[in-house]
């Protein structure tokens, strides 16, 4: 019999986090207490679509569930306000009321922009996740965090709103390419540099060596551990940005061609370099943050330019008039928050780029 985690999240609203094996065929019944039967919109990219959506609407629908699935093309390009909109336009064409549910069956696209469209219809409507990818099971899908891109950069239009529940069925993982899952395990492993040395070890060549499920669920829990005492992001959870801000420029510089995994892998390792050269660490740990990424096929570094990475970044929502605050790691499982002048972001970026 395998093992199904439990993790609450104790935000305004709580909710459940459900981990383990065989979970989407189940999920109609597993959530009928939480969320009693309705109207549900699924929504799923075309990558998805295929592979699971068939059996979440036979799990919905045997559970007593009415069911309409809505398909938009894979692809971080297409989080914007036009699938929104489509989205939208959907749930009114599917007469949804205020007592109905919505379902991202998906990765970190379809989660945000899932939530987004739930928080607007009608003023806000629940939504559950079914995350199938491991960035998605290991980061987005838990916190409440929903946003599409915008012209100017990434997930630059959102709001806060949490699930009604998470379930994680991990079989959905062993569909997934290596470099989709190497993905998830950038944002693994940001998490153990920013509070848990052990969780950082566990991602060693993760695909082949880590209980994923054991993985997830610590991740899950730390992050709703930052949730609970600041749902809002007005500090501690601002740690959960760790690499971040160079990230958004590279996917924003990229035109989205680099994926969000990549990224944070090459962010998190330049703030953790800047965090050496600027007196910021306890314990010098930029070279084992590199290696471990390495270890899961991510990249540790950028052809853009310091000076492009900043001018991209201060389109950055995270900008806060003439000060920008970056997470700078002190050693491995402990991190800082540090306020910066805008006009600094630049050196900052050329400290952690210096080899
Ligand atoms: N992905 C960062 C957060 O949820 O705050």
């Known amino acids: 019999m395998s093992v199904i985690r439990n993790i609450k999240v104790s935000a305004g609203k709580p909710y459940n986090v459900t981990v383990g094996k065989g979970l989407l065929p189940r999920v109609g019944s597993l959530l009928s207490q939480t969320v009693a039967p309705c109207h549900a919109a699924i929504i799923t990219d075309s990558n998805v679509a295929p592979l699971y959506l068939a059996q979440t609407e036979e799990s919905l629908r045997s559970a ?7 398909v938009f093309p894979a692809g971080e390009k297409n989080k914007n306000l036009v699938t929104l909109s489509g989205i939208l336009e959907f749930l009114a064409e599917n007469r949804l009321t ?9 990765g970190g696209v379809t989660g945000d922009m899932a939530g987004f469209a739930a928080g607007c219809y009608l003023r806000g409507i629940r939504f559950v996740q079914l995350p199938t990818t491991l ?10 965090k929903t946003a599409v891109d915008l012209k100017a950069g990434k997930n630059l239009a959102g709001m806060f709103i949490q699930p009604s529940a ?10 997934l390419s290596d470099s989709l899952f190497s993905d998830g395990l950038a944002e693994a492993i940001k998490t153990g540099v920013l509070f848990d040395a052990e969780l950082f070890a566990m991602c060693d060549n993760a695909r082949e060596n880590a209980d994923i499920s054991a993985l997830i669920a610590r ?6 551990d930052i949730v609970k005492t600041d749902e809002f992001e007005k500090g501690p959870r601002k740690l959960l940005n760790l690499g971040h801000t160079p990230a958004h420029a590279i996917e924003k510089l990229s035109g989205y061609r680099i994926s969000h995994g990549c990224a944070v892998a090459t962010g998190t390792v330049m703030m953790a370099r800047a965090a050496e050269r600027l007196g910021f660490c306890t314990r010098p740990c930029a070279a084992e943050i590199g290696l471990m990424m ?3 096929g991510l990249p540790i570094t950028t052809n853009f330019t310091p000076e492009k990475l900043a001018e991209a970044a201060l389109g950055d929502k995270k900008r806060s008039g003439d000060e920008i605050t970056l997470v700078l790691p002190e050693e491995i499982g402990r991190c800082t928050l540090e306020k910066f002048p ?14």
């Open 64 to 70: 007593g569930y009415k069911v309409c699935s809505y």
């Open 98 to 106: 205020r007592q109905d549910c919505v379902f991202a069956l998906g």
């Open 135 to 144: 960035l998605a099971a290991v980061d987005s899908s838990v916190g409440g």
């Open 166 to 175: 998470v379930f994680c069925d991990t079989d959905c993982l062993s569909t």
């Open 219 to 224: 991740c899950v829990q730390l992050k709703a």
């Open 294 to 296: 390495i270890s899961n």
């Open 342 to 355: 805008v006009s600094e972001l630049c050196e900052v970026f050329r400290a952690g780029m210096e080899r």
